[in-house]
């Protein structure tokens, strides 16, 4: 079994974990169906009373004219992308080096759709007006990020997302969201999913992120927009008879956390600050910024495999069941806050940050 | 509200209804997982026990090295295209006029991938040895469907199959089989599934047609082919974090089915001979191959749909919830055997039908 397993095993067997909801278990897709009448009827390749009332729904939320529902994110985003480009007739869009587009989607916008990335800003840092107004080619969309999830869980100010907007409509370029975690970061903007959504003309948004769903997306934005993009789905082969297993578990969950955004901004930074207090560890940002962050370690990715196990298996606390290496000298985890925290003991969870602090100073030290 | 929406009504209020399994509630997805433990994990982006058991069973019930589950048969098969075109450095594959990919995907295999398609075959009959002999144009892949769907779920003979397997293997063009209803036409060949797949170099199955699950495909061929559809599927969008609800009710929903194909196509027979008696109707095929077979009426769509409400009100039973133009003056609606067929009380059928006949009689002659 490798070091990786090990840590993942041992983080699976605590008694609690910080974070998300709880083990992706099949009692998700259980509890949320529990709740609905067995007459329901599912709807046929997107139309149907169900999707349509969600779909209505999250377009009110959103403040956008209309929505649909996707089987995934990376489906509504390469989508939104080229309906873009073939408007504008160029087939260039902008993003972040990290944007998901970039990094985690086998290169599908290229060799799907034949379209090509202008990297906005260095890899280590946010989007800022400055990168998008020094564009020196001509694209059809701006792609942010909000947060980016790759450095953190970082934000621009709300002020620079205004400016780019108001840019992108004097330029002609389309501004769109990557909103997987738009509703974790409302807190700490203090405005409202459909203020922020007013500055993009189409926006994604997630359901298994801070809604703790089981998958799927909407994508946003005019109707004739939402309507081209129902074309491409069935061309991507996203037009499912039936995808009421995700949009019926979304709705159920959205209900459920939509508003707890707050709480878990506000865990998210109790969090950090203990680990800010340890030696040799840091978080990004040092103040998180939504329910994200990363916690940076001073050691190598192996050694923190080891310290990390062995907190799991002294504390029944699980911090985290991955570890990333940085450079060779140096690691990370992501942290994501859901309903897991509230329920762990405050004791114990300080106590077992303290045992991880004074593990590092007798090993890195 | 359309007439179209009348007759689907009025199907839906009958006691009993000639096709599938019954109505597409949500209890479908509640059933298949009230059978299931809630603490059973959800895979991750396709890795983990229980989607990797379910593919190995079916790669081992389809006789093929492996198998990969994808949320649609558009995808799968556009994507199975895609790699034996890469393959052989030509863009071109040939099936049937009225194949799923070029009526009903919006073009997808043309937008997305840029292969063009050779129609084989003229639309009203299947594609015979002597339509790929022919072919004037190289290309990388054939592919059959079998049934052939649109025009009733017509079957070559085995030994056309045969035949055309070895001619594309001596001229190394790949064979791939659309074997959506593969299942069903077992019975009709006396072959096991892994005999018919044996002629194939890719096969995709679906899980919500004879089987009745809720959605979902399965790509079969080698290990080679089946990897590199991997990088495909998360490019197209289609490697969600949890595929779970679909696999799981398939996998649920197979078991129960899969063995009933011979059932269903006798039904299918005993139906269509039905038919076949009433004044004014005929069935295609005249006998059924398979667990379907059209019903087409020398009289127009409209009234057909006033007769098929008047014998849904009069005798409970739903012959059919659709029924479609063929010309102005004729029309046809699709019968797909399943559970639903058995539990229809013979003579209360045998009613409906002869009051069908009579009705014609009256309104047509």
């Known amino acids: 079994m490798s070091e990786k397993n090990s840590l993942q095993d041992a983080y699976k067997q605590t008694k609690f974990q910080v974070n998300g909801h709880g083990p992706r278990y099949i009692q ?17 390749y997107g139309k149907g009373e169900l999707i349509e009332a969600f779909q209505q729904n999250m377009a009110r939320i959103l403040g956008k004219e209309a929505t649909v529902f996707f089987p995934s994110g990376t489906m509504a985003q390469q989508i939104a992308m080229r309906i873009w480009c073939d ?3 160029v087939k260039k869009v902008a993003y972040h080096p990290l944007c998901h587009l970039e990094i985690h989607e086998e290169n599908g916008l290229k060799e799907l759709h034949q379209i090509e990335s202008v990297l906005l800003a260095e890899k280590d840092r946010v989007i800022e007006f400055e990168d998008v107004a020094s564009l020196s080619e001509d694209v059809s969309c701006v792609l942010l990020e909000l947060p980016q999830r790759e450095i953190g869980g970082q934000l621009p100010e709300y002020e620079t997302l205004v400016k780019i907007s108001d840019y992108c409509k ?8 990557d909103g997987a975690r738009l509703f974790e970061i409302l807190p700490y903007y203090e405005k409202t999913a459909d203020e922020v959504c007013s ?4 926006v994604y948004i ?12 909407i994508l946003a ?11 491409w789905k069935r061309r991507h082969g ?15 969950y959205f209900e459920q956390r939509s508003g707890k955004m707050g709480q878990y901004y506000d865990q998210a930074r109790e969090l950090a600050s203990y680990y800010n207090e340890c030696y040799g560890v840091s978080t990004l940002p040092e103040v998180p910024v939504s329910n994200m962050f990363h916690v940076h370690f001073a050691a190598p990715k192996e050694q923190m495999e080891q310290l990390l196990i062995e907190t799991c298996q002294e504390t029944g606390i699980g911090l985290s069941g991955h570890i990333r290496e940085v450079t060779g000298t140096t690691s990370y985890f992501e942290v994501s806050i859901g309903d897991g925290y509230g329920i762990i003991p405050s004791e114990d969870l300080k106590a077992a940050i303290r045992l991880l602090d004074a593990k590092m100073k007798k090993s890195i030290r």
Do not use: N
């Open 238 to 252: 996203g037009d499912l008879i039936s995808l009421y297993p995700y949009y019926l578990s979304a709705d159920y």
């Open 199 to 202: 500055l993009f003309d189409s």
């Open 28 to 44: 998700v897709l259980k509890e949320a169906f529990d709740a609905l009448d067995g007459q329901l009827e599912s709807e046929m």
């Open 87 to 89: 408007r504008k007739g």
């Open 206 to 217: 997630s359901f298994y992120k801070g809604i703790g769903g089981i998958a799927g997306a």
């Open 170 to 177: 004097e330029k002609g370029i389309k501004l769109h969201l």
């Open 221 to 231: 934005g005019d109707q004739d927009f939402i309507e081209e993009s129902k074309v």
